[in-house]
Structures are given as structure tokens and as C-alpha cells.
């Protein structure tokens, strides 16, 4: 099942993309008052976007990934001021330096720090914690520190 080519409006303009990184997936929400007409086909190497906005200003973008996407577990929803698109990424556990393949960076994509996680090393540095209480709890073991102290002295009445 083939969708009809989207091809580029000759008045459109970049709609503003905001995105962020995770394990799995990549999220890039497109930033559209009141979208509509939505057509975004999402390929393995590239996203195409096109739609209006509520007064018909028409939106064309098009974006080549930083890596490949799984197409079927890949999809896009439509909201009130965004369209969301949840791509799920051929390799995961890989992260991403940039969303789009090019290098120089469009001046219409940005990083949404409020959703951005710098997950490479979550479970190294949880990890690395463990190691050092770890490691902590058998050096107290180890050591002659002598009994515990008697804290009996210690009562709260006087």
C-alpha cells in the first residue's frame, strides 16, 4: 500500500521542529497552531511533513535522519499546537549527536531541552554508585574500627 507522493507546495514555509533523544526512539514535535490537512510520510532514511495552520499557511518540511528508523514502529499524532512524531530507531542504545544526517544545522530545528536526557550514561553512573557503596559497606567491614560504639549514653531523657 503505496501513499501518494507529497510533493512541495510552491508557498510553504519550514514548520519550527523540536526533538529529543531517547534509547528506542526519537520524538520530534513539529510546532503547528491548530494543524490541519496532516500528510507526513515517514521513511526508512527520511521524513517528509506537510500541512496548514488555522489562517492556511502551508508547512513543507523535509528531513534526511542521522540514522535509519523502523517504518511500521514509527508514527505520527496530531495535536492541537504540534504534530508528534515518534520514530523508532533501527539501532537502539545509539545515540544521536543530531537529528538530521547533514551536518549544518536547519535553522527551523532545535533541541527541546526540556524533555532531553543525556540517557548514555544513566546506567553507567547508577552503576558506578553501587560499585562505590559497594565497596564502601566491605572497607568498613574490613577495617579494625574496633565494636561499635555503645550508644546507651545517647537517651532523650535527661
Known sequence: MNKPKIVRPEESKPAHALWFD????VTINFM????KDVQV??????????????????????????????IHDSRERVYDRTINVLLRKMKPDCAWPRLQKDPA?????????DNWRDWEHEDDEGKEEYDRYVDMIREMANSD??????????????
Open 105 to 113: 544545522k536547519a535553522s527551523w530545528i532545535s533541541v527541546d531541552f
Open 22 to 25: 531517547r534509547k528506542k526512539y
Open 145 to 158: 574500627k574496633g565494636e561499635a560504639p555503645d550508644m546507651g549514653d545517647l537517651s532523650d531523657s535527661d
Open 41 to 70: 510520510d515517514i521513511q526508512p532514511d527520511k521524513l517528509i511533513l506537510c500541512c496548514k495552520n488555522e489562517t492556511d499557511d502551508v508547512y513543507y518540511n523535509e528531513l534526511h535522519f542521522y540514522d535509519k528508523v523502523q
Open 32 to 35: 503547528v497552531q491548530k494543524p
